[in-house]
């Protein structure tokens, strides 16, 4: 079973600063999903596949990574990124999606 | 439009049972997985399960196998979430999702299920 830490916990960041959300697998893994959740919503997809973006996601936002390391990207901070980000993988053995426990961007 | 909308949820008490139902619109319901996530208070989100297009394959985490059982009506575009042996633990908002070519690519609004005496 894959393990995915995600790092850091919680951020701050300012608006118009680069922000790198990082998440860590415990085996080398082939993409990753990322979703965003804002407070009192239902989670969206926001990245997949490593590094597309999800319909309606302002390309500020990248992904990019291999092996056991994967990063989302905002490029400059805005107000609305403000929000749970959550990587995601799939393991074949035993068959489970496995979420990281996630990266809560707040605004400074 | 793509719609998802979770039924069921509430307080229910230690050790019982709960039925949560996802009724799905606007897609054709028969073509997807859907899975089940939920997330307790405060905390990120923990895969349930999901279950393929006919109902022939149906994958759990580990640690809820034994105590909830996921199935779906194609008939009826709804996807069920039937929980039982409810402990405090199992506290939590429950989402159901859409699998497709894009991965949970749509959630419902999520409906919330309390384990309290």
């Known amino acids: 079973e894959i393990v995915l830490t995600q790092s850091p916990t919680t951020m701050a960041a300012s608006p118009g600063e680069k922000v790198t959300l990082t998440c860590r697998a415990s085996s080398s893994v082939s993409y990753m999903h990322w979703y965003q959740q804002k407070s009192g919503a239902s989670p969206k997809l926001w990245i997949y596949?490593?590094?597309n973006r999800a319909s309606g996601v302002p390309n500020r936002f990248s992904g990019s990574g291999s092996g056991t390391s994967y990063s989302l990207t905002i490029s400059s901070m805005e107000t609305e990124d403000a929000a749970t980000y959550y990587c995601q993988q799939w393991s074949s053995n035993p068959p489970t999606w496995t979420f990281g426990g996630g990266t809560k961007l707040e605004l400074k | 439009e793509v719609k998802l909308v979770e039924s069921g949820g509430g307080l229910v008490q230690p050790g019982r049972s709960l039925k949560l139902s996802c009724a799905a619109s606007g897609f054709n319901f028969n073509d997807y997985w859907m899975g089940w996530v939920r997330q307790a208070p405060g905390k990120g989100l923990e895969w349930i399960g999901e279950i393929n297009k006919d109902s022939s394959t149906i994958n759990y985490t580990p640690s809820l196998k034994d105590k909830f059982t996921i199935s779906r009506d194609n008939a009826q575009n709804t996807l069920y979430l039937q929980m039982s042996k409810l402990g405090s633990e199992d506290t939590a908002i429950y989402y159901c999702a859409r699998e497709g070519e894009l991965p949970f690519d749509y959630w419902g609004q999520g409906v919330m299920v309390t384990v309290s005496s």
């Open positions: 596949d490593t590094s």
